[in-house]
């Protein structure tokens, strides 16, 4: 039973990427005010597997100075970083529930940067190798305030555990008395996940298209792919900390639906970051805040305990 439900969450992650797709064109046509994608199908409904169709049957690219199995490994490496991180969706039967979730996260999360970076240099084009190095530095950079800002609110909850997260937040979200931490948290997500206005590994303005220029057809979609299962992870993560983590709820859904969507709306409003800003916001920032907001749970949750250790004498 735990081989057939990770293969059906997994199946149903791989169909969400593809109808997110959609949805991200239909709301960046609205916001360009122009049509989206609506011509095959009803509504466009099966515009995802007609770009899928066309992607993986497309002609294979063979590039002559590149490392020829690497380059072909490295997209199937990330597909499967990005879909790995799944098996912590928390479920209470017939699925692994992890007691050490968040260490988790953090070991597959921190691995998804080797695969731009074996996609950069096996690609043997200054382009791509710009990319992977960029990419090098904003990951490195951005995981330390996202680690630092979960940690907080994992140490509120006592465990590691993710399950814990729909308990605590039964009568109060944790976005009401942290508003500041969770508009850091979702920055640091654009970052990590390489959304604009962060996208500075794939920049088409000044890099003709990044760590992934040299890829096409079925290898462009496996990365394709891999972004987006890790963009709808971190909306998950998201509604699990700060917006009631009641995954069990039809609620739950909506609400990655909307960190989707803000991801999106984000796309479509603010133009690139300059990227010595990328490094100061990071470091004199984000980093800082994170660290005081740290201090501040443990001063709070020291008051609390002392206040019940009182009460009970």
Request: aromatic fraction near 24%; charge should be neutral.
């Amino acid at each position: 039973m735990y081989l057939i439900t990770g293969l059906i969450l997994l199946l149903l992650v791989l169909v969400s990427v593809g109808f997110f797709t959609l949805l991200e064109r239909k709301i960046m046509g609205y916001c360009h005010n122009r049509k989206g994608p609506n011509k095959v199908g009803y509504f466009g409904i099966f515009q995802p597997f007609s770009d899928g169709a066309k992607l993986f049957l497309k002609e294979q690219i063979f590039p002559m100075n590149s490392n020829f199995l690497v380059y072909y490994i490295c997209p199937v490496f990330g597909l499967i970083q990005s879909l790995f991180i799944w098996v912590i969706f928390p479920f209470y039967i017939n699925c692994v529930e992890f007691n050490y979730a968040f260490l988790f996260f953090l070991c597959c999360s921190s691995i998804s940067v080797y695969g731009l970076i074996i996609c950069g240099w096996s690609s043997n084009s200054m382009y791509a190798l710009l990319g992977c190095i960029r990419s090098v530095s904003q990951a490195i950079s951005y995981e330390v305030s996202l680690s630092l800002i979960i940690l907080c609110y994992f140490f509120m909850c006592d465990s590691y555990s993710l399950l814990n997260f729909n308990f605590v937040q039964n009568l109060s979200w944790f976005i009401f008395f942290s508003i500041p931490m969770f508009m850091c948290w979702l920055s640091c997500c654009l970052a990590e996940t390489n959304r604009t206005p962060f996208d500075f590994s794939e920049g088409e303005s000044e890099l003709v298209s990044g760590f992934n220029i040299e890829y096409g057809s079925g290898g462009f979609a496996l990365l394709f792919i891999a972004e987006y299962a890790s963009i709808i992870f971190i909306s998950m993560i998201s509604c699990l900390i700060f917006l009631g983590g009641n995954f069990n709820s039809f609620s739950f859904f909506l609400k990655i639906m909307f960190i989707c969507f803000f991801f999106v709306w984000i796309r479509c409003t603010l133009p690139r970051y300059r990227y010595d800003k990328l490094m100061y916001l990071a470091w004199k920032c984000y980093l800082p805040m994170s660290l005081n907001y740290i201090l501040l749970f443990v001063l709070f949750k020291f008051i609390v305990f002392y206040h019940f250790f009182l009460l009970s004498y």
